[in-house]
């Protein structure tokens, strides 16, 4: 049965709302202002015709729109889309009682994206090789992508020869690919046995111009040249699955916004800090202590730091900082912290951090309500916030980082 609704406002996901008797229905791919056929079930509406169209829409760059998960805002105007973007910031804030100075959201370019998750899964006689659909394990295979820089774009034929050939019967295949300095870097989870045939034959296939490392289910098989990422000049090599921010400018606008909040401080601790990102930036200037719960990473980033001339002293520490938190007493000794954890946030380290002298603390979040939920614990415990400013990072997508700068 079909519906004519009018779609009122948007949804921190993307996605129009309307109200039928009083409960919200929510309708992908749809904006403010229009009238809209759907057919409902449940909460959310399937959209079959858009019988009166906003001002905003404009037609979608790229032919999977509509079926492929990973880019649900292409129908949006660049001014809308930058500033629902900026909305999601400030209304997570605003929920939790603050109301900081939301700067302009920092934009992301087309091609930009240098990694990649790929998903394949055998369908009867088929693989079914590309992204999620989105809300679904449906997989919708795909032939181009606007969003990945164009080392991946223009490889998608080789990454699905490389799927098919180490696909499981039963399980879905995970293919994590991201665009390094040394070349290529395919991490494959969830693959079939490699039996002597199968290592052959997906050894041959990744002997391939431009790669540099294929490792399946944690093991390295191939490595012509070890990955390297580039953080401000210093070669960083990236172990396997390794966390990265996903686009290299959106990076380095976070380090713009957040290293100089720290101005002449003495001490700084880069906690979740991953392979360094931040962590070898403020070296260039401060003394520095990361801490971060991942070995590889850690070792990723002494190696790194070893033998550049001009940083400051690096330490580094393995701590699981949801279940262990630098306490007040540890925190004390640092005139700065920053702090860059996964979506789930840092929660239990904020409330060490709000009892703390630390004087300067800079958040990098990539979820704005835990983001939010962390400041109103620094706010409580004394800290003035000083500014958030929204990064894209996942271009077309509902979802936006946020750095947030914090003053005792």
């Known amino acids: 049965m079909t519906e004519r609704l009018t779609i009122e406002t948007l949804g921190q996901k993307g996605d129009g709302i309307a109200h039928v008797g009083g409960a919200a229905v929510f309708v992908p791919f749809t904006l403010p202002g229009e009238i809209v056929e759907i057919e409902r079930q449940g909460e959310r509406g399937r959209l079959l015709q858009v019988e009166t169209a906003?001002?905003?829409r404009v037609e979608a760059p790229c032919p999977h729109f509509g079926r492929c998960g990973g880019c649900e805002l292409q129908h949006m105007s660049d001014s809308a889309y930058r500033a629902f973007k900026r909305e999601t910031v400030v209304e997570a804030f605003r929920r939790v009682g603050l109301e900081p100075q939301v700067a302009d959201l920092v934009p992301c370019a087309p091609h930009s994206r240098r990694r990649a998750v790929f998903s394949a899964l055998r369908v009867d006689s088929r693989v079914l090789f590309g992204f999620h659909e989105a809300l679904s394990h449906r997989i919708a295979p795909i032939?181009?992508?606007?969003?990945?820089?164009?080392?991946?774009?223009?490889?998608?034929?080789f990454f699905e020869k490389l799927a098919v050939a180490m696909i499981d019967r039963k399980r879905e295949l995970r293919m994590v690919v991201t665009y390094t300095a040394a070349g290529l870097d395919i991490a494959v989870s969830d693959a079939a046995r490699l039996d002597d045939?199968?290592?052959?034959?997906v050894l041959s296939l990744a002997l391939a111009p431009g790669v540099a490392r294929l490792?399946?289910?944690?093991?390295?098989?191939?490595?012509?040249?070890a990955p390297r990422i580039d953080v401000d000049g210093i070669g960083v090599p990236l172990p396997?699955?390794?966390?990265?921010?996903?686009?290299?400018?959106?990076?380095?606008?976070?380090?713009?916004?957040?290293?100089?909040?720290?101005?002449?401080a003495k001490q700084v601790a880069d906690?979740?800090?991953?392979?360094?990102?931040?962590?070898?930036?403020?070296a260039r200037r401060h003394p520095v202590h990361g801490v971060e719960f991942d070995s590889p990473a850690l070792a990723a980033l002494d190696h790194a730091r070893r033998g550049i001339p001009g940083l400051k002293p690096v330490t580094t520490e393995r701590r699981d900082l949801f279940r262990r938190p630098m306490t007040t007493k540890e925190l004390n000794r640092f005139d700065g912290v920053l702090f860059d954890p996964p979506r789930a946030g840092a929660e239990a380290q904020c409330r060490e951090l709000a009892k703390s002298t630390v004087k300067r603390v800079a958040a990098v979040s990539?979820?704005?309500?835990?983001?939010?939920?962390?400041?109103?614990?620094?706010?409580?415990?004394?800290?003035?916030?000083l500014s958030v400013t929204p990064?894209?990072?996942?271009?077309?997508?509902?979802h936006v980082e946020a750095v947030a700068l914090f003053e005792r």
């Open 54 to 56: 906003s001002p905003e």
């Open 143 to 157: 032939s181009t992508c606007l969003v990945t820089v164009p080392e991946i774009a223009n490889r998608l034929d």
């Open 197 to 201: 045939k199968l290592r052959q034959r």
């Open 215 to 225: 490792a399946i289910d944690g093991e390295t098989i191939v490595e012509p040249q």
């Open 240 to 264: 396997p699955g390794a966390f990265l921010q996903a686009v290299a400018s959106a990076e380095g606008a976070m380090a713009e916004i957040a290293l100089p909040h720290f101005g002449k």
């Open 271 to 282: 906690l979740f800090c991953g392979v360094g990102t931040f962590t070898l930036r403020l």
């Open 366 to 385: 990539c979820n704005p309500a835990s983001l939010a939920r962390d400041a109103a614990i620094l706010v409580e415990g004394g800290y003035k916030l």
């Open 391 to 398: 990064i894209d990072q996942f271009l077309w997508s509902h």
